[in-house]
């Protein structure tokens, strides 16, 4: 099955620079790739996602790139905000099948903490 | 309505006792999962259901016996439940396109899940 590393685990930001958080995945059949950002006693949420016939995508001050060869996918956050700490998680999966498009693969986690 | 219901926000129970968490939503989404999340954890998949059948129960105890009675509903039944069983429980939906070949991956939805605590 898929296998997803994260780092770093934890991420110390001055407000206004840039945060990276790095994933890899072992099964070259995925190709989705979200981002969850779940605050202190929340929901995991959406922040943004990547599919595999892409490889880069932005929203405003985050984006993702996605280098399939190597099999990792990074998100960046520029201009950090107090409101983007948080924990962030990767994820990934194939739906190239039934069996495997509901298996959503999450990353460990990043705490990012932006201080003022 | 884009967002996922979950009721009971917090649940305490004894070891004998029987009880249910519920889901619901009305995007029309015909995928939904229920998560089990534990603190500084990412969730890790229990259940899958599509089209209201159960297409993927990743290896949980039978103490947990999820229930999706229609497109809208989802259940998860607790019975005989252990302390290490104590977390946050996140429903999500999403869409489901097609039965097989290629299906375009879908994107989650959560709820505000569960709070169980298993006394």
């Known amino acids: 099955g898929e296998n997803v590393e994260q780092h770093p685990s934890t991420l110390s930001v001055q407000e206004g620079d840039s945060a990276v958080i790095k994933c890899t995945y072992s099964?070259?059949?995925?190709?989705?790739f979200p981002w969850y950002k779940q605050e202190l006693g929340k929901r995991p949420q959406l922040i943004i996602d990547?599919?595999?016939?892409?490889g880069e995508k932005k929203d405003q001050r985050i984006a993702v790139t996605l280098n399939k060869t190597a099999k990792h996918f990074s998100l960046h956050i520029t201009e950090t905000q107090p409101e983007d700490s948080a924990v962030y998680f990767c994820?990934?999966?194939?739906?190239?099948?039934?069996?495997?498009?509901?298996?959503?693969?999450f990353g460990a986690g990043t705490q990012v903490v932006v201080t003022p | 309505d884009t967002e996922v219901t979950q009721t009971p926000k917090h649940l305490v129970m004894g070891m004998t006792n029987k009880k249910s968490l519920k889901c619901e939503q009305h995007m029309g989404h015909r995928a939904m999962y229920w998560y089990k999340q534990k603190a500084k954890k990412p969730p890790e998949l229990m259940f899958v259901?599509?089209?209201?059948?159960?297409?993927i129960n990743e290896s949980v105890p039978s103490r947990f016996s999820p229930e999706c009675p229609n497109s809208s509903l989802l259940n998860l039944h607790l019975h005989a439940l252990q302390p290490e069983d104590s977390a946050l429980y996140l429903c999500?939906?999403?869409?489901?396109?097609?039965?097989?070949?290629?299906?375009?991956?879908?994107?989650?939805?959560f709820g505000a899940g569960s709070r169980l605590t298993v006394l």
């Open positions: 990547i599919r595999s016939n892409v």
């Open positions: 099964d070259s059949a995925s190709n989705y």
């Open positions: 259901y599509s089209y209201e059948k159960l297409s």
């Open positions: 999500a939906s999403s869409q489901a396109v097609g039965r097989g070949g290629l299906l375009w991956a879908n994107v989650l939805t």
């Open positions: 994820a990934a999966t194939s739906s190239m099948t039934t069996d495997s498009w509901g298996k959503l693969q």
